[in-house]
């Protein structure tokens, strides 16, 4: 900015492993979304290397960027990112439309994934006549859908009460389980980061530490005191 340089990382390396699950946990301006971004080739870096299957991802053209999402990524945002006109099921078909899949495998598995995550019944539904669970269920669907590699979830329980945030990192971590898929999670919760296999800690641009989480959470039954 002006004369000003901000380095919003600095001097990060770290390695991410098929079916494991990370969380880059931070308070706000730590750094942890713009290294999610950098990983997924959202931003580019302006010093260093990104490599992802022996590839780097910085040298990428946006065109390349661009195949490297669509066929190996998954994302999940706080905001559901939705497209409001669009019905539950077209929603979800929209990533296998970019990968020029046929119309009918393309709603087989959006179906498949939309039963999946329990919202058979709303196929025809729009954003808007969807609460907010229901909503991220539909965003996670999108984000399963073509089998990628790596899920990103920037955030994913910031818009939802407790029971929903439970239910819905039972849904993301147990599909990435089961489909040995690799989950980054960025949070400022450690309740959300207790689900992960390592959990990196970041502040002002810098991994403090990481820690195994030799126990990590599974399943957790939401239960509430109230009558």
């Not at 390695?15 to 080739?41: D, E, Q, R, V, W």
């Not at 808007?128 to 984000?143: F, H, K, L, P, T």
């Not at 329980?157 to 489909?179: Q, V």
Request: aromatic share 8%; glycine share 8%; charged share 25%.
């Amino acid at each position: 900015m002006g004369s000003e340089s901000i380095v919003a990382l600095d001097n990060i390396s770290i390695g991410f492993k098929k079916g494991k699950i990370y969380c880059l946990l931070g308070t706000s301006g730590s750094g942890k979304s713009t290294l999610l971004n950098m990983i997924a080739g959202l931003e580019r870096c302006s010093k260093g290397s990104i490599i992802f299957k022996g590839k780097n991802i910085e040298k990428m053209s946006e065109e390349g960027l661009a195949i490297f999402r669509q066929k190996y990524l998954g994302f999940v945002f706080q905001s559901y990112n939705l497209l409001p006109t669009l019905t539950a099921l077209e929603n979800v078909t929209l990533p296998l439309v970019f990968m020029g899949v046929n119309k009918k495998a393309r709603e087989k598995r959006a179906k498949e994934m939309l039963k999946a995550v329990g919202l058979e019944k709303r196929l025809k539904h729009k954003p808007a006549e969807m609460s907010g669970g229901q909503q991220q269920r539909v965003s996670i669907a999108r984000a399963f859908v073509n089998n990628p590699q790596i899920i990103f979830a920037d955030e994913p329980t910031g818009n939802l009460d407790t029971k929903t945030t439970y239910e819905m990192m039972n849904l993301i971590t147990s599909k990435a389980r089961e489909y040995n898929q690799t989950l980054i999670i960025v949070t400022h919760d450690l309740e959300i980061a207790e689900y992960a296999d390592e959990i990196v800690y970041l502040k002002d641009g810098h991994i403090v530490k990481t820690e195994i989480n030799e126990n990590p959470k599974k399943e957790v039954i939401y239960s509430s005191n109230e009558e």
